[in-house]
């Protein structure tokens, strides 16, 4: 592949943009940096990504991204340990069995469509859960925790994502979590389970050298910014901001593999 400048800004352009609104939101950043390198650089007139390269750089890129995330999240009761312990831990063993699979183009592309899909559907149904200012003393059921983590993190490491942009429609909508615990907690969670995924990828030989470092520098930088900005803005904002990317990268997904 041609060591190009054009060709590395745009990398570290997808990077930045969709790492800042991983941090902002609660993320990973795959939902939207993985169409965004699918598309982009073709458009450009670079050569295209493969679905399985899109997922391996798209991995190590989240792993990083919400490590970054995280630091702007420590101070506070924001992330709630129980939580990222009973998701994290199971998503992280999920992504790993999901992330070591060797699937073709096109079962990458439909595995992914059908997440977002779902993700989708859950973000605009009501949410029953209170906003409250006290974040202490928060419950959930664990079985239905852990349960949907697993399931969550296999389907996510099969595509590189760290399934952030479905675990967080499922801790409003079925958890019932406030929505900037669940953002906090999300990073903290999406971090765990990245961690399979990038060695599953790694192990499957999928690993591109320079634009995983591309985009590694891009989430570094985006990502710590998005956290703070988030932190400032209204809860309803993030829950139509969080609808808006995951609606808009279903239609775009499911037209490619419908057309």
Do not use: C
Not at 31 to 56: D, N, R
Not at 92 to 104: D, E, R, T, W
Not at 138 to 144: A, L, P, R, W
Not at 158 to 183: E, H, N, S
């Amino acid at each position: 592949m041609e060591l190009d400048i054009g060709w590395l800004l745009i990398l570290f352009g997808v990077g930045f943009t969709g790492s800042f609104i991983s941090g902002m939101v609660g993320i990973g950043g795959s939902i939207i940096k993985y169409p965004m390198l699918l598309y982009i650089p073709p458009m450009m007139g670079f050569v295209a990504f493969t679905a399985q390269e899109v997922s391996a750089v798209s991995a190590i890129q989240v792993f990083f991204a919400t490590l970054a995330g995280m630091f702007a999240y420590r101070k506070g009761s924001l992330i709630n340990k129980k939580l990222v312990l009973y998701m994290g831990v199971p998503i992280v063993i999920g992504s790993f069995i999901g992330g070591s699979k060797f699937l073709p183009d096109s079962a990458i592309n439909l595995t992914y469509a059908v997440m977002a899909l779902i993700a989708a559907v859950m973000m605009f149904l009501p949410k029953r859960g209170v906003e409250r200012e006290d974040y202490s003393g928060i419950t959930f059921n664990k079985v239905i925790a852990s349960v949907t983590a697993a399931i969550v993190g296999v389907l996510s490491g099969i595509v590189g994502a760290a399934g952030a942009f479905i675990t967080v429609p499922i801790m409003l909508v079925i958890l019932k979590i406030p929505t900037r615990v669940a953002i906090a907690s999300s990073l903290a969670i999406t971090f765990i389970s990245s961690i399979g995924s990038t060695v599953g990828k790694m192990m499957g030989g999928h690993m591109l050298l320079i634009p995983s470092i591309v985009m590694v520098v891009a989430s570094i930088l985006g990502s710590p910014v998005g956290a703070k900005v988030g932190k400032r803005m209204n809860v309803k904002v993030l829950q139509w901001i969080l609808a808006t990317l995951v609606t808009a990268t279903v239609i775009k997904i499911w037209y490619d593999i419908l057309a």
